[in-house]
């Protein structure tokens, strides 16, 4: 028996060539797929021959091909044109609602090749919609559902033989033309006696940032808009310390990655375990890094301390909603004191943690959504917290899918779960509009209080606003008393002066340098004229972001072609002749309040009209493509960066800086300016062209208390 298991891809758009060509595609690449592993590794103990085939891989090599660049196939004919040449027994795929389409679509053109061989399906979505599937699709011949270690082995097993795979619990199957769903599995009891996932069998495991290990399954909690509780039938369990410690070492001294994501959907239902688990691994002569998920009411900051001390660098919190109501409604019961609480907490241990909420439930009203953008907002202030926010998706099966069942909507109104890109394939999409039933996360519940297409502009923008320009969000937030209320305005400020969105394409839109652009003259004129209350302060966050927005799309330069690049002009000290210039790519803008000041009053909630009022200088900086470097000058930096214009030399620049500061700390303007260009260079704020011989700076013993009031 040959078996070809065949990962889930969580990429679903990248038709765009822009898209094709970003770090989120090179990024998809970066999973190892544990589900398909898990599973390699029970079929290699019973001498199994197989291949791992992973669809993200196969999607990232379709990307860099002539097909795709030259538009002559599309995905589906690529994969089938790869798999053409494969010979298997059983081909397994997994699957997950976001990819679904694909992999049913590959799944097809794989069984038009090798008709003779079975196709069969795993992984959360094909487990809650199995029968569905195999009515629709008629080249799938199994679907095994939930946890398969126990069953997949039975079903290959039984394939071999007379029963040809019928009647295996898990597994349904067709007897003639009907679909018969067996009884389910058992849930696996003991998680330990499963093997070490097969990470051999995976070809990209070094390239992987982290590994993924599971430390046990199931969910005891019901919350309403959840697949994952009865995926694994709401039986918690967790694998012991030791062997989740075995694993991880194992796994590190293999690959030399110390970094792991720990998968289960409630880890610290169980307070002891986790204390156990901290203390076993606190006792381990090696250091692990890992992340899992929790909720914040089964966490307390003395086990968030104990976590962070055993290695914990991340932590998934599902909030959902910042609503006290609809936590009720949907089942979740969180106290939302409680979780910012913890989220303070986390943050101040240094844990990345992910905020996710969701919007777009049937009973939301705009009150909830604004506590839900007041929830987002008052995470943005923590360093650490990484807040996210989700567009509702029925996820089949789960109670809000039945409860809407009859009443699912279909338009280009998409939750980000099921669809995170720009254009959704056309094949796609004619079978998600055939089969409502197979494919509901691509559809949405009626939300009679709310907008949805307001909901969805929100969402682009707050994600792609906080990532770009979060402070001055903050500072809107603030200064408002809602984003909500900052969104109305800028919303509708945009569309009568701006028009529909290039294309009709929101999401496009908001990636889009446009917005930036927009959004800022949107503060400026709009905004600071006429609504803001502490208008020096957000004039400041404006000009600030401004200045970040100075270089869009340059990159840096090539070494060796910038002169800060060459080593060599380090080590030459700066002569009185020597005329210093900017570098490249380097812009400085003044502005009225000191920005750190500003940061520091939002981190903490302050007023903003507040904050004094003193000219500072920042400079922006090129960086590398996509990012732009920001510092914040001292007054001397700044005075002397004034100076720099590529014409004046040194003597000059001393010169006229003495007649405005003698001397700094008793230490003579020519010096201080001498070594404050050093100190400049050095950062690569500016460049020395050498003119005459130069004369030396002074002894780097003498340096020091210039340079400390330099970077002061
Ligand atoms: C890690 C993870 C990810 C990783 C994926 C890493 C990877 N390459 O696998 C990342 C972060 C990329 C990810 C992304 C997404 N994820 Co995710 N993810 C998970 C998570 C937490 C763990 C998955 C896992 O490894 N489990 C452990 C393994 C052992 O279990 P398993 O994969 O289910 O495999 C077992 C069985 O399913 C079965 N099986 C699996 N495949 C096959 C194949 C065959 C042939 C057979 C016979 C059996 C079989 O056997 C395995 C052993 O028992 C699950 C939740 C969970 N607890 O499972 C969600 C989950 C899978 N994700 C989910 C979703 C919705 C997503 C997203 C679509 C959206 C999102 N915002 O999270 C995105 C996709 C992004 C996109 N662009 O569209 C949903 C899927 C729901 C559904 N009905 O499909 C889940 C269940 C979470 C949830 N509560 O909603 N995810
Ligand atoms: S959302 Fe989280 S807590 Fe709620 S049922 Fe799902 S996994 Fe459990």
Same mark, same amino acid.
């Given at each position: 028996?040959?078996?070809?298991?065949?990962?889930?891809?969580?990429?679903?758009?990248?038709?765009?060539?822009?898209?094709?060509?970003?770090?989120?595609?090179?990024?998809?690449?970066?999973?190892?797929?544990?589900?398909?592993?898990?599973?390699?590794?029970?079929?290699?103990?019973?001498?199994?021959?197989?291949?791992?085939?992973?669809?993200?891989?196969?999607?990232?090599?379709?990307?860099?091909?002539?097909?795709?660049?030259?538009?002559?196939?599309?995905?589906?004919?690529?994969?089938?044109?790869?798999?053409?040449?494969?010979?298997?027994?059983?081909?397994?795929?997994?699957?997950?609602?976001?990819?679904?389409?694909?992999?049913?679509?590959?799944?097809?053109?794989?069984?038009?090749?090798?008709?003779?061989?079975?196709?069969?399906?795993?992984?959360?979505? +094909? %487990?809650?919609?199995?029968?569905?599937?195999?009515?629709? !699709? @008629?080249?799938? /011949?199994? #679907? $095994? =559902? &939930?946890?398969?270690?126990?069953?997949?082995?039975?079903?290959?097993?039984?394939?071999?033989? +007379? %029963?040809?795979?019928?009647?295996?619990?898990?597994?349904? !199957? @067709?007897?003639? /033309?009907? #679909? $018969? =769903? &067996?009884?389910?599995?058992?849930?696996?009891?003991?998680?330990?006696?499963?093997?070490?996932? +097969?990470?051999?069998?995976?070809?990209?495991?070094?390239?992987?940032?982290?590994?993924?290990?599971?430390?046990? =399954? &199931?969910?005891?909690?019901?919350?309403?808009?959840?697949?994952?509780?009865?995926?694994?039938?709401?039986?918690?369990?967790?694998?012991?310390?030791?062997?989740?410690?075995?694993?991880?070492?194992?796994?590190?001294?293999?690959?030399?990655?110390?970094?792991?994501?720990?998968?289960?959907?409630?880890?610290?239902?169980?307070?002891?375990?986790?204390?156990?688990?901290?203390?076993?691994?606190?006792?381990?002569?090696?250091?692990?890094?890992?992340?899992?998920?929790?909720?914040?009411?089964?966490?307390?900051?003395?086990?968030?301390?104990?976590?962070?001390?055993?290695?914990?660098?991340?932590?998934?919190?599902?909030?959902?909603?910042?609503?006290?109501?609809?936590?009720?409604?949907?089942?979740?019961?969180?106290?939302?004191?409680?979780?910012?609480?913890?989220?303070?907490?986390?943050?101040?241990?240094?844990?990345?943690?992910?905020?996710?909420?969701?919007?777009?439930?049937?009973?939301?009203?705009?009150?909830?959504?604004?506590?839900?953008?007041?929830?987002?907002?008052?995470?943005?202030?923590?360093?650490?917290?990484?807040?996210?926010?989700?567009?509702?998706?029925?996820?089949?099966?789960?109670?809000?899918?039945?409860?809407?069942?009859?009443?699912?909507?279909?338009?280009?109104?998409?939750?980000?779960?099921?669809?995170?890109?720009?254009?959704?394939?056309?094949?796609?999409?004619?079978?998600?509009?055939?089969?409502?039933?197979?494919?509901?996360?691509?559809?949405?519940?009626?939300?009679?209080?709310?907008?949805?297409?307001?909901?969805?502009?929100?969402?682009?923008?707050?994600?792609?606003?906080?990532?770009?320009?979060?402070?001055?969000?903050?500072?809107?937030?603030?200064?408002?008393?809602?984003?909500?209320?900052?969104?109305?305005?800028?919303?509708?400020?945009?569309?009568?002066?701006?028009?529909?969105?290039?294309?009709?394409?929101?999401?496009?839109?908001?990636?889009?340098?446009?917005?930036?652009?927009?959004?800022?003259?949107?503060?400026?004129?709009?905004?600071?004229?006429?609504?803001?209350?502490?208008?020096?302060?957000?004039?400041?966050?404006?000009?600030?972001?401004?200045?970040?927005?100075?270089?869009?799309?340059?990159?840096?330069?090539?070494?060796?072609?910038?002169?800060?690049?060459?080593?060599?002009?380090?080590?030459?000290?700066?002569?009185?002749?020597?005329?210093?210039?900017?570098?490249?790519?380097?812009?400085?803008?003044?502005?009225?309040?000191?920005?750190?000041?500003?940061?520091?009053?939002?981190?903490?909630?302050?007023?903003?009209?507040?904050?004094?009022?003193?000219?500072?200088?920042?400079?922006?900086?090129?960086?590398?493509?996509?990012?732009?470097?920001?510092?914040?000058?001292?007054?001397?930096?700044?005075?002397?960066?004034?100076?720099?214009?590529?014409?004046?030399?040194?003597?000059?620049?001393?010169?006229?800086?003495?007649?405005?500061?003698?001397?700094?700390?008793?230490?003579?303007?020519?010096?201080?300016?001498?070594?404050?260009?050093?100190?400049?260079?050095?950062?690569?704020?500016?460049?020395?062209?050498?003119?005459?011989?130069?004369?030396?700076?002074?002894?780097?013993?003498?340096?020091?208390?210039?340079?400390?009031?330099?970077?002061?």
């Amino acid at each position: 028996m040959k078996v070809c298991l065949v990962s889930a891809p969580t990429a679903n758009d990248f038709a765009e060539k822009e898209i094709a060509e970003s770090d989120a595609v090179r990024l998809i690449a970066e999973h190892s797929p544990l589900g398909i592993l898990s599973l390699a590794a029970v079929l290699e103990t019973q001498g199994i021959e197989q291949e791992i085939v992973d669809l993200n891989r196969l999607y990232y090599d379709y990307l860099q091909s002539d097909e795709f660049r030259q538009a002559t196939l599309d995905f589906s004919t690529y994969a089938g044109r790869y798999f053409e040449t494969k010979s298997f027994d059983v081909f397994g795929f997994s699957t997950i609602c976001s990819s679904y389409p694909v992999t049913l679509r590959v799944a097809g053109e794989v069984k038009r090749a090798h008709p003779e061989a079975k196709v069969v399906l795993g992984g959360p979505q +094909a %487990s809650v919609v199995d029968r569905q599937t195999m009515n629709a !699709f @008629r080249f799938i /011949d199994f #679907v $095994v =559902r &939930g946890e398969a270690e126990q069953s997949f082995p039975m079903l290959l097993d039984s394939l071999s033989s +007379a %029963s040809g795979g019928a009647e295996i619990p898990g597994v349904t !199957f @067709r007897r003639g /033309d009907e #679909v $018969v =769903r &067996g009884p389910s599995s058992p849930p696996i009891a003991d998680l330990d006696t499963l093997p070490f996932p +097969a990470f051999h069998l995976y070809p990209y495991m070094k390239a992987c940032q982290y590994i993924p290990l599971e430390l046990g =399954r &199931g969910c005891p909690f019901a919350c309403t808009f959840c697949s994952t509780n009865d995926f694994f039938r709401r039986r918690f369990r967790l694998k012991t310390p030791a062997h989740m410690i075995s694993e991880m070492r194992r796994a590190k001294e293999t690959y030399g990655i110390p970094q792991f994501d720990l998968v289960h959907d409630m880890f610290t239902v169980d307070r002891k375990r986790v204390v156990a688990f901290c203390e076993e691994l606190l006792s381990c002569p090696e250091k692990f890094f890992w992340g899992c998920s929790a909720r914040t009411d089964c966490i307390d900051d003395d086990l968030i301390a104990l976590m962070a001390k055993a290695g914990c660098r991340g932590i998934f919190f599902g909030i959902e909603t910042g609503s006290a109501r609809m936590q009720k409604i949907v089942d979740k019961g969180l106290d939302l004191a409680e979780a910012k609480a913890r989220i303070k907490s986390t943050d101040k241990r240094k844990i990345k943690t992910a905020v996710s909420l969701i919007t777009g439930f049937p009973e939301e009203t705009m009150e909830d959504l604004r506590d839900t953008v007041e929830f987002f907002m008052s995470s943005m202030r923590y360093d650490y917290a990484d807040p996210q926010l989700c567009l509702l998706a029925p996820l089949a099966e789960t109670p809000i899918h039945t409860q809407h069942k009859d009443e699912l909507i279909c338009d280009d109104i998409i939750s980000d779960m099921s669809f995170q890109g720009w254009k959704q394939d056309a094949r796609d999409r004619e079978m998600i509009q055939k089969y409502p039933d197979i494919f509901p996360n691509f559809y949405s519940v009626p939300t009679p209080h709310l907008d949805r297409t307001f909901l969805k502009e929100l969402r682009e923008f707050i994600l792609n606003g906080s990532a770009n320009f979060r402070w001055l969000l903050v500072g809107l937030h603030q200064d408002s008393g809602s984003l909500l209320d900052v969104f109305t305005l800028w919303r509708n400020w945009r569309e009568k002066n701006k028009g529909v969105f290039p294309d009709g394409n929101v999401t496009r839109y908001y990636a889009s340098l446009s917005f930036h652009r927009e959004f800022l003259e949107f503060v400026r004129s709009k905004y600071i004229g006429g609504h803001a209350r502490a208008s020096v302060a957000l004039r400041a966050l404006h000009d600030y972001e401004a200045s970040f927005q100075a270089h869009p799309g340059e990159t840096q330069a090539p070494s060796g072609q910038d002169p800060t690049e060459d080593a060599s002009v380090y080590r030459m000290p700066i002569g009185l002749g020597d005329t210093p210039a900017l570098a490249k790519g380097i812009k400085v803008t003044t502005l009225d309040v000191d920005y750190r000041k500003i940061v520091q009053c939002l981190r903490r909630n302050g007023r903003l009209d507040r904050v004094p009022v003193r000219t500072v200088s920042v400079v922006t900086r090129a960086s590398a493509p996509s990012r732009t470097e920001i510092v914040q000058l001292s007054e001397l930096s700044s005075q002397l960066m004034a100076l720099c214009d590529g014409k004046r030399t040194v003597s000059e620049i001393a010169q006229e800086f003495g007649c405005v500061r003698p001397e700094v700390d008793g230490v003579p303007a020519d010096k201080v300016c001498r070594l404050g260009l050093e100190l400049l260079r050095q950062q690569h704020l500016v460049i020395v062209q050498a003119k005459s011989p130069c004369s030396p700076l002074v002894e780097a013993s003498a340096n020091q208390p210039v340079l400390a009031a330099a970077q002061a």
